[in-house]
T-cell receptor, first 115, second 112 residues
Framework: EAGVVQSPRYKIIEKKQPVAFWCNPISGHNTLYWYLQNLGQGPELLIRYENEEAVDDSQLPKDRFSAERLKGVDSTLKIQPAELGDSAVYLC?????????????FGEGSRLTVL | DAKTTQPPSMDCAEGRAANLPCNHSTISGNEYVYWYRQIHSQGPQYIIHGLKNNETNEMASLIITEDRKSSTLILPHATLRDTAVYYCIVRANNFGNEKLTFGTGTRLTIIP
């Protein structure tokens, strides 16, 4: 079975440019997460979806970040415009929504470099 | 969710048991202990979790003290592929609390 798929793996852009990341979760997983990971730090939650509904977006900087999960499957995270401080790895994860397992499946991440 | 304290780094000889400690002295009765690891350039990977009993699976063993204020992740025969950052996380498994909050973890280096 395929794991969580993210693209692109690497992206280099100039500041003020837009960028988008795509995530395809494991089939059947209702819960989808976007995490941000800065160098040397643990991942930090940006947004969590239950099906197509964003149920926790309190850490998403809404002035420049947006996300969507149409039809409750794939998701896209967008940054517009990008700033130098947005350089980081953006991780997508999914889970079956069975709370007691606590097992999240992560993709390999999308590494963003803003010049 | 309760906070955890882990040493920033550890070394272990290849083939030996790697014992990674975690302190979670403020853990609540309904909070589980989770361990994840992150190999370089990959996303985090689930290892194991437990509430109060010791747990073992094909990857590792989890030993939780009787007072639940600390735990140890044991990799019984470490290999070079176990070099990674290991995260100890505590979380209550109740509806609406499905996220995981990561700290900075322990960077484990397996020495040949």
């Amino acid at each position: 079975e395929a794991g969580v798929v993210q693209s692109p793996r690497y992206k280099i852009i100039e500041k003020k440019q837009p960028v988008a990341f795509w995530c395809n979760p494991i089939s059947g997983h209702n819960t989808l997460y976007w995490y941000l990971q800065n160098l040397g730090q643990g991942p930090e939650l940006l947004i969590r979806y239950e099906n197509e509904e964003a149920v926790d977006d309190s850490q998403l900087p809404k002035d420049r970040f947006s996300a969507e999960r149409l039809k409750g499957v794939d998701s896209t995270l967008k940054i517009q415009p990008a700033e130098l401080g947005d350089s980081a790895v953006y991780l997508c994860a999914s889970s079956a929504g069975q709370v007691n397992t606590g097992e999240l499946f992560f993709g390999e991440g999308s590494r963003l470099t803003v010049l | 969710d309760a906070k955890t304290t882990q040493p920033p780094s550890m070394d272990c000889a290849e083939g030996r048991a790697a014992n990674l400690p975690c302190n979670h002295s403020t853990i609540s009765g309904n909070e589980y202990v989770y361990w994840y690891r992150q190999i370089h350039s990959q996303g985090p990977q689930y290892i194991i979790h437990g509430l109060k009993n010791n747990e073992t699976n094909e990857m590792a063993s989890l030993i939780i003290t009787e007072d639940r204020k600390s735990s140890t992740l044991i990799l019984p025969h470490a290999t070079l592929r176990d070099t990674a950052v290991y995260y100890c996380i505590v979380r209550a498994n109740n509806f609406g609390n499905e996220k995981l909050t990561f700290g900075t973890g322990t960077r484990l280096t397996i020495i040949p």
